[in-house]
């Protein structure tokens, strides 16, 4: 099934409910937590994210892009995303981590850098309800689509496939219509998209254009 989780890191912040509500017929809102070390951006943290949980709106699936997620994330849990996501690169003990996530409430995610191999957390594939790929260097919106991370995403496939498991692979990073059925076709099934949504003159249709191109490829 198709997930699209627009995300809302270009958007107007001031008016947040207003924005969530334009994409309200999304799987879920995507939100980007940055802190100015993990990547050389600051967005927002805790109290944005708890708002947009508190609007009730829209379902929230938290990205953070912050080092020492150890210590952070399951306060994210706890504030009551649908699905948090850290970093294989900023967690000292994922396995654990992603356990403390679940027991909060929350499906728990695991994000790759562009850099970062798939193979060292085959084993541990289980722990996890869903593998975010970025398809950018993380940090920025509008950035172009990475196609160099296909065979990223195919692998991660495979080895989901391999092992009978249902987990969601993720795309974030240049989503839209002229990329999404290519990381579709590869085995994605979840795509953020921030520019395009926000970016688009009707946010509504263009929602249900990606999910459309996406469903071609996607089972
Ligand atoms: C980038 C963020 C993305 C970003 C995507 O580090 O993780 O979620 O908002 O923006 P687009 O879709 O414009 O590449
Ligand atoms: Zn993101």
Redesign the pocket.
């Known amino acids: 099934m198709v997930t699209i989780s627009p ?1 809302i ?2 958007s107007d912040i001031g008016d947040l409910y207003g924005e969530l509500r334009k994409i309200e017929s999304a799987d879920f809102a ?1 939100v ?1 937590v940055m802190d100015g070390h993990f ?1 050389p951006n600051l967005s927002w943290g805790l109290p944005i994210v708890e708002a947009a949980v508190k609007s009730g709106i829209i379902p929230i699936d938290a ?1 953070l ?1 912050i080092e020492d997620a150890d210590r952070w994330a399951v306060a994210y849990a706890e504030a009551g995303c649908a699905s948090v996501t850290f970093h294989a690169e900023a967690a000292a003990a994922p396995i654990r981590l992603a356990r403390e996530i679940r027991r909060a409430g929350a499906k728990a995610s695991l994000a790759l850098r562009p850099a970062t191999d798939i193979t060292p957390y085959i084993d541990f594939l289980p722990e996890f309800d869903m593998i975010l790929v ?1 398809t ?1 260097e ?6 172009k689509f990475l196609d160099s991370m296909l065979g990223k995403i195919r692998r991660t496939r495979k080895a989901i496939s391999a092992q009978n498991l249902q987990i969601s692979i993720q795309v ?4 839209s219509r002229n990329t999404i059925e290519m990381a579709a076709e590869a085995g994605a099934d979840t795509f ?5 949504v926000f970016g688009a003159e009707d946010a509504h249709a263009e929602i249900e254009v990606l999910r459309h191109l996406a469903g071609r490829h996607c089972h």
Do not use: E, K, T, Y
Request: hydrophobic share 40%.
């Open positions: 995300s890191l270009n995507h980007d990547v990205h892009m970025m950018v993380p940090g920025f919106g509008g950035q974030d990073g240049g989503i953020v998209a921030g520019s395009a």
